[in-house]
T-cell receptor, first 113, second 112 residues
């Protein structure tokens, strides 16, 4: 299974962009990259996902390198509510239309006022 | 989106006992997923539960320890059996809606 590597923690000033890196050098061609965040004591919340192309939604942008071995989650204007553990995940498709999410250890992002 | 309700939200249990966690989804889904999150750790998939068939367990997890029921397309239970302090974790239920996974708020279990 592909695995992800993330820095354990990062700081960011409120209102500035937060760039969270992730390495997934063993990812296979049909495996998606997902990002979720988890605020303390809550269930994980979906942020964004992508396969090959860069993606953007109302929450964030996802930049995937051409070789797909790494990606960066960009929170364009970090707010205090972005203080959370951000997980980079690889989605592995399995037989029987099943799938498995392989979770990294996450980056604890602290957004400072 | 999907609305997932888990019960109980937290519990403190004596070692050697069992706890059954319930997961209710607001619409029918084929697969339901159960995760464990140990203190300070990431999420680990325990098993995948399909309605009408045996759950599929991941390496390191066995049915005797974590029996799962899936009586219909909106409900599942996970039982943590013969608990020890090492079972103290957050247990999460998850479903897919398209390519997005949704999670319940989790059950925080403390075994004393």
């Amino acid at each position: 299974d592909a695995k992800t590597t993330q820095p354990p923690s990062m700081d960011c000033a409120e209102g500035r962009a937060a760039n969270l890196p992730c390495n997934h050098s063993t990812i296979s061609g049909n495996e998606y990259v997902y990002w979720y965040r988890q605020i303390h004591s809550q269930g994980p919340q979906y942020i964004i996902h992508g396969l090959k192309n860069n993606e953007t939604n109302e929450m964030a942008s996802l930049i995937i390198t051409e070789d797909r071995k790494s990606s960066t989650l960009i929170l364009p204007h970090a707010t205090l509510r972005d203080t959370a553990v951000h997980y980079c995940i690889v989605r592995v498709e399995r037989a029987g239309n099943n799938r498995k999410l392989i979770w990294g250890l996450g980056t604890s992002l602290a957004v400072n006022p | 989106s999907a609305v997932i309700s888990q019960k109980p939200s937290r519990d403190i249990c004596q070692r050697g006992t069992s706890l059954t966690i319930q997961c209710q989804v607001d619409s029918q889904v084929t697969m339901m997923f159960w995760y464990r999150q140990q203190p300070g750790q990431s999420l680990t998939l325990i098993a995948t539960a399909n309605q009408g068939s045996e759950a599929t367990y991941e390496s390191g997890f066995v049915i005797d320890k974590f029996p799962i029921s899936r009586p219909n397309l909106t409900f599942s239970t996970l039982t943590v059996s013969n608990m020890s302090p090492e079972d103290s974790s957050i247990y999460l239920c998850s479903v897919d809606r398209g390519l997005e996974a949704f999670f319940g708020q989790g059950t925080r279990l403390t075994v004393v």
